[in-house]
């Protein structure tokens, strides 16, 4: 929709706009108003250099959009209606739980196996593993591919599906010929458009869900969506949105809490929400009222970081790590607090 400056366009105006708008297929349809005409751009006017030309022009104040730039997640697209199942889940019909180690010690496969079976026995319906792994210091540990054996190996003894990070086109492809489940794209690495189309590109034709972490330093929410518009664009839309805190941290936690972005996700895309509160504020003894508030706020899944005995962690665990009975525990309350969500339909006014 274009709102002119003054209260209608003049002709030569009206002629340099059709000019620019059936340049891209699209024609203008004014609404002629009391005071004012307005002029509607009928057809696909998402194409960002036809809005670019047009808001260039010095007579025109400003183009409201009204066709979302989600094309596939947007929540009124034909997609609306696509489910997601993973682990005996289909995702928004009951809570959705991703536990296990920050990082798989390649030297102690026992560990991972260890907390793989104590995450299923606490209701966890995927194991997470990090086989490689974004570190700030260069000289901490980076991971190790063999670890992928130990994630799969993981999965034939739980049957639980398995979630990694890639970080790069090689990872991504090891990770999905090993078989992984659920591939993340971390925090540093949600605004790496490159690496999104390469994951686009290669789940497109197999079944493999996404959990794409929201990054520290996007802006407004629709950044967020475009990622994921970004992966789904190649075809395959099993995507899951994770909030997982946002810079500048908050004092005293690791970053700043944005499981409150639940209902505005919703509102705006049809995607399941899984809040990430582990790395959102960063200690075990915060991390169950974070995922508590997370489901409160109508989040679909919780993605947990869970060690077996964190104290033998490596990477994040010591300090952010729950235990399995933690996890247990934090699983069960946010049950009950998603079965309140479900009778009342109160906090979660667009589940
Ligand atoms: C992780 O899940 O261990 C991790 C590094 O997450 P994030 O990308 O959210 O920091
Ligand atoms: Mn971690």
Redesign the pocket.
Known sequence: MILPKQTRLTPDQLNEVTHIVSAFGCRIQPIVGALRTIYAIVGDERDDLMITRLEGLTYIDRIDKIQSPFRLMDRRSDLATHRIRLGGVTLGDELFVIAGQ?TIDPKSPSLLYETAAAVKEAGAHVL?G?VW??RTNPYAFQGDTKSLDILMEAHRRTGLPVDA?VMDEAQLRLALDAGVHML?V???NALNYSLLRAIGRAVAERDTVVLL?RSLHMGPISEFISAAEYIASFGNPNILLCP?GTAPALDGYRNHPDESITPLLKEKTWAPVVV?PS?SVGRASYVPACALAAVAYGADGLCI?THVRPAEGI??DPKQALTPEMLAETIAQAQQIWNLRRAARVTAPVA
């Open positions: 920050c997470r990090g792994k974004p990070e993340q971390g925090a540093r972490k997982r990430d790395h970081e990477g994040d």
